[in-house]
Structures are given as structure tokens and as C-alpha cells.
């Protein structure tokens, strides 16, 4: 398995426009979850979704980000208009089910965007 | 509030001694916890959990202690090396929560040959 995908890798992009973030979970996974790291706050759970539908989105930061899974393998973070403040890491996971222990997450290598 | 404190954001060891990493928590219904490591440009990755049941699980090299009542958690891995380098997490779940996890902040480990 090629494991969970994100695009791009990097993101360099001016205040104000539009950013897309990409996910693709690995096959059979029915739980995907968006984490934000920075420096400060490390790995913060934005959102997470579980056979496609959002479960719990208390984690978004704003209005401006939202989130989507119009499919069970695929997933998009969109940040409009983004900020300067919003500069992070931002990774995707996904585990077999949601709310079960010693379901373990796993993570793609992650997003780094940079809002100039 | 953070719920899950790493208080060390690095920290550096000799090959061959032991490494330890601190982990605190406020959340008296976390009952599950975890650590994950994570390499540069790449995703974190599961390495080693512990149950409130247990106050001790060992794999190879690592081992996780947990005190319940100090909400105390440490990961130690003996003899470190210096593929360990990495940033490690602690996470939390409960509350019937599963794998909704909180993590903390990181601590960056260097082992230096």
C-alpha cells in the first residue's frame, strides 16, 4: 500500500488567495483526520471524518477553512483567504474506524505551507 | 489549554546511554496514551502505547511508564542510537473517545554518535 497521500508538498503562496491541500487515505480506511503542526500549538486536530461525512470540525481555526471528502479516497483542506498566520504543516491521516482504540492512525508526509 | 504537555522541546544524549522523554497531562479521563515519532519531510508514526491499566509496556529497546496519579508519562529508550533522532509526540485519548487523539507539542531528540 502506498500509504496516505498528500499534495503538494509544499505550498509557498501571497495573503489573500485561495490554498488547496489534497489527501488521499489509504484504500479500505474509513477515518480521515486534518492536523495542523506549528511551533507553538504542535499537532492540533482540525477536523476529522468518518465514512465521508464530517464528524467534528471544533478544531478548524476559522471561517476561512474548510474542509471536504466528496469520496472515501479523497479529501481537500481549503484555506480562503489565507493568512500569514496560518504558515504550518499541515498532515492527513486516516485509520481503519474512528473512536476504537488501538486503531492506530497513519500519517502522510504532510503539506508545508508558507503564506507570505 | 493544552491537555498534553512536552515541557523539553529537545533534547540531546550520547549513542548508547538512555534517552528520556517527559510527557504530562491534564485530563483526568485520558486513559490511553501514545507515542509517536516522526522523521524530517515525513508523517509521524506510531511507535508505542500504554493502557491506564498498566503503568509499564516495553518493546526492544522502548519502554512507556505512566503514573496515573502524578499524570505523569516517559518514554525511555535504551541504548539509544542515532536513527533515533527524530521528534517525538506524546498522545492522549479517553473519555470513550478511541483514537481521537491530543497531542503534545514534540521533543526533538539528537543522538549524537
Known amino acids: 500500500d502506498a500509504g496516505v497521500i498528500q499534495s503538494p508538498r509544499h505550498e509557498v503562496t501571497e495573503m489573500g488567495q485561495e490554498v488547496t491541500l489534497r489527501c488521499k487515505p489509504i484504500?479500505?480506511?474509513?477515518?480521515l483526520f486534518w492536523y495542523r503542526q506549528t511551533m507553538m500549538r504542535g499537532l492540533e486536530l482540525l477536523i476529522y471524518f468518518n465514512n465521508n461525512v464530517p464528524i467534528d470540525d471544533s478544531g478548524m481555526p476559522e471561517d476561512r477553512f474548510s474542509a471536504k471528502m466528496p469520496n472515501a479516497s479523497f479529501s481537500t483542506l481549503k484555506i480562503q483567504p489565507s493568512e500569514p498566520r496560518d504558515s504550518a504543516v499541515y498532515f492527513c491521516?486516516?485509520?481503519?474506524?474512528?473512536?476504537?482504540?488501538?486503531?492506530?492512525?497513519?500519517f502522510g508526509s504532510g503539506t508545508q505551507l508558507s503564506v507570505l | 489549554d493544552q491537555q498534553v504537555k512536552q515541557n523539553s522541546p529537545s533534547l540531546s544524549v550520547q549513542e548508547g546511554r538512555i534517552s528520556i522523554l517527559n510527557c504530562d497531562y491534564t485530563?483526568?479521563?485520558?486513559?490511553?496514551f501514545l507515542w509517536y515519532k516522526k522523521y524530517p519531510a515525513e508523517g509521524p508514526t506510531f511507535l508505542i502505547s500504554i493502557s491506564s491499566i498498566k503503568d509499564k509496556n516495553e518493546d526492544g529497546r522502548f519502554t512507556v511508564f505512566l503514573n496515573k496519579s502524578a499524570k505523569h508519562l516517559s518514554l525511555h529508550i535504551v541504548p539509544s542510537q542515532p536513527g533515533d533522532s527524530a521528534v517525538y509526540f506524546c498522545a492522549a485519548s479517553g473519555n470513550n473517545a478511541g483514537n481521537m487523539l491530543t497531542f503534545g507539542g514534540g521533543t526533538r531528540l539528537m543522538v549524537k554518535p
Open positions: 485530563n483526568s479521563m485520558f486513559d490511553y
Open positions: 484504500s479500505g480506511h474509513n477515518s
Open positions: 491521516a486516516s485509520s481503519r474506524q474512528v473512536g476504537v482504540l488501538n486503531e492506530k492512525l497513519f
